[in-house]
């Protein structure tokens, strides 16, 4: 389905109990850094590679911050999948995670061409269309995502269509967007070119999600990587086997989530 609208959902991937120690190790975090807000109208820099923007408190680095989640973060059937889309050669490029709640407010349309540093393009003002899927970004949400929680939008996209935005960044109702409902545990798989937004919550609550880039070996080099995954250390086979063919970075540095 990536490959003829840009996305796809994969249902029920986690357990209760992973999901519930994922949270906790998220909120954890959160309190190791003072449990500030939430949100910021200009970015604060806690350390390197966490940030308090307008969509929230990032971590850019999840990995290096919480190694212990490295075995869970990733099921079977996703890596499956991804490997089906990617190649056999594809790896991790960065792994982090966003914590939100009801002060964040409409999130602008945005994609993940070239990874995590999208903005070169936006600065060079071009964006080269993509001809194979090559880089695919994979979403864990941790809470249900629906109409009164915040839901996700997508722009559909098929391999080979045009990639520049449509209509303004700034305004919500694109024509032919999706809007996305999820349950806790589900996965979205996005390809690096689909614009996506987020609206509002409409009442209280926190909203957590991990979000992990993938690149097969065609994949051009991006500007940010997580220089961190260069030194983990794992006994998991599954994760491992994630970081196996991954380049060093030329250009390591913080990124963005949203």
């Not at 994609?111 to 001809?131: F, K, N, T, V």
Request: hydrophobic residues 40%; negative net charge; aromatic residues 6%.
């Amino acid at each position: 389905m990536i490959e003829t609208r840009g996305y796809e959902v994969l249902r029920g991937l986690y357990d209760p109990e992973t999901l519930e120690a994922t949270r906790a190790t998220l909120d954890g975090l959160h309190a190791r850094f003072g449990a500030p807000a939430l949100h910021a109208k200009a970015p604060i820099w806690l350390a390197e590679g966490v940030e308090i923007a307008g969509p929230g408190m990032a971590f850019y680095s999840l990995l290096g911050h919480a190694p212990e989640l490295g075995p869970t973060l990733f099921t079977d059937a996703a890596v499956a999948r991804l490997r089906a889309l990617l190649g056999p050669h594809m790896h991790l490029e960065l792994v982090g995670a966003v914590l939100s709640d009801e002060g964040r407010r409409f999130t602008e349309w945005e994609s993940h061409l070239g990874g995590i540093d999208d903005e070169r393009w936006r600065r060079a003002g071009r964006r080269p269309r993509q001809e194979d899927v090559r880089r695919v970004v994979h979403f864990l949400f941790l809470e249900d995502m629906g109409p009164e929680t915040g839901p996700w939008r997508v722009l559909p996209r098929a391999v080979g269509d045009p990639v520049d935005p449509p209509a303004s960044l700034h305004a919500p109702d694109w024509p032919g967007h999706v809007e996305l409902s999820l349950a806790a545990g589900d996965v979205l798989l996005l390809e690096e070119s689909v614009w996506h937004c987020v609206i509002p919550r409409r009442r209280p609550g926190r909203r957590r999600f991990v979000g992990a880039y993938f690149a097969s070996d065609r994949a051009a080099p991006t500007e940010a990587n997580d220089p961190l995954l260069d030194r983990l250390e794992s006994s998991d086979p599954r994760l491992r086997s994630l970081l196996a063919h991954r380049p060093r970075p030329e250009r390591p540095g913080p990124g963005k989530l949203r």
